[in-house]
T-cell receptor, first 112, second 113 residues
Framework: EAQVTQNPRYLITVTGKKLTVTCSQN?????MSWYRQDPGLGLRQIYY???????DKGDVPEGYKVSRKEKRNFPLILESPSPNQTSLYFC???????????FGPGTRLTVL | AQSVTQLGSHVSVSEGALVLLRCNYS??????LFWYVQYPNQGLQLLLK??????LVKGINGFEAEFKKSETSFHLTKPSAHMSDAAEYFC???????????FGRGTSLIVHP
């Protein structure tokens, strides 16, 4: 089954404790991206990648890191999480061109 | 820079009534436009997509959208709302070399019995 998977689905952590949210897709897509969803603000792009070893900042990259060492994986790293990073996070992938994005199920992160 | 504006954070309709969700974009070149739907506790899924082949685009679940260049709009409609249509709807735009779309703030559709 074609899908984007994210882990964990739910995470409660404390300020400053490094964490990684994994994202994997099995569709051989070139493009992958991370979004955060907050009430009233919609989806805001954090980082995106158009190919292996190619990443770029989105609209709200501060406090986040990403890497794209393999085509299928695009982990999101929070080196020192803060409460304002409490949010619902989505990973998405798409094939080359202006094509449909396939979204993961989301990761709900709470930083205390 | 491209941007998307969705008018109305909430739209409430009665079951069987017309659904109209508004989306306006800003773009100096022909854009690619999308509508996505997010059901409660789920990720987003594509409803429909405009790629310049036709100005009226039909999507899943009876939804359609019309691209109007003169108005820079891409409003989503459905003739008759169903309870199962209650969800969050997002308009998105991508253009040129930026293949990762920019999303609007979303419109929550509420359907009353």
């Amino acid at each position: 089954e074609a899908q984007v998977t994210q882990n964990p689905r739910y995470l409660i952590t404390v300020t400053g404790k490094k964490l990684t949210v994994t994202c994997s897709q099995n569709m051989n897509h070139e493009y992958m991206s991370w979004y955060r969803q907050d009430p009233g603000l919609g989806l805001r792009q954090i980082y995106y990648s158009m190919n292996v070893e190619v990443t770029d900042k989105g609209d709200v990259p501060e406090g986040y890191k990403v890497s794209r060492k393999e085509k299928r994986n695009f982990p999101l790293i929070l080196e020192s999480p803060s409460p304002n990073q409490t949010s619902l996070y989505f990973c998405a992938s798409s094939s080359r061109g202006h094509n449909e994005q396939f979204f993961g199920p989301g990761t709900r992160l709470t930083v205390l | 820079a491209q941007s998307v504006t969705q008018l109305g954070s909430h739209v409430s309709v009665s079951e069987g009534a017309l659904v109209l969700l508004r989306c306006n974009y800003s773009s100096s070149v022909p854009p690619y436009l999308f509508w996505y739907v997010q059901y409660p506790n789920q990720g987003l899924q594509l409803l429909l997509k405009y790629t310049s082949a036709a100005t009226l685009v039909k999507g899943i679940n009876g939804f359609e959208a019309e691209f109007k260049k003169s108005e820079t709009s891409f409003h989503l409609t459905k003739p008759s709302a169903h309870m199962s249509d209650a969800a969050e709807y997002f308009c998105a735009v991508s253009k040129g070399g930026s293949y990762i779309p920019t999303f609007g703030r979303g419109t929550s559709l509420i359907v009353h019995p």
